[in-house]
């Protein structure tokens, strides 16, 4: 019987004094494939703790984020599926809080089966700092927009 566990860390660099992470990990305990697993990690360089979608967000402003990332996940889909309301029968759109911030927006990840088959891996959505603005923190917005 072969088990096998392989953890990953990776630096993804930096937004303003946040540091990012992405940690792969990859399990097989036999059978047809091995797990693969994937995690963002960020971290507050002035305060040193982890952060979650949560600090990230405005009061209140958690629907909207949600709203968002649904629409992330309906352009997602269309790259996968004709029909995005047949499609979301099967694999129903859910809000994960594997979040990370990019030099774009924020990245939200998805392991595999959570959103679509293991085929298709572990899908990003992306959502553009642009849409962004009025919902999470400014202090996770780059320079260029949270003074505006």
């Not at 540091?19 to 097989?28: K, P, R």
């Not at 047809?32 to 009061?59: C, R, V, W």
């Not at 859910?94 to 891996?121: C, E, F, K, M, W």
């Amino acid at each position: 019987f072969v088990y096998s566990l392989m953890v990953t860390p990776e630096y993804l660099g930096h937004v303003n004094d946040f540091e990012l992470f992405e940690i792969h990990s990859y399990v097989f305990t036999g059978g047809a494939h091995g797990m693969p697993y994937s995690e963002y990690l960020i971290f507050d360089q002035q305060t040193k703790k982890p952060i979650q979608l949560a600090d990230m967000l405005q009061p209140n402003k958690k629907s909207r984020f949600n709203a968002l990332a649904y629409s992330a996940y309906k352009e997602w889909v269309k790259t996968v599926d004709e029909d995005v309301a047949s499609y979301e029968k099967s694999w129903p759109f859910t809000l994960s809080d594997n979040v990370t911030l990019t030099d774009q927006g924020i990245d939200i990840r998805y392991q595999h089966y959570s959103i679509g088959p293991y085929a298709y891996g572990m899908p990003v959505l992306s959502i553009p700092y642009s849409q962004l603005q009025g919902v999470i923190k400014p202090q996770f917005l780059p320079a260029r927009l949270s003074n505006k």
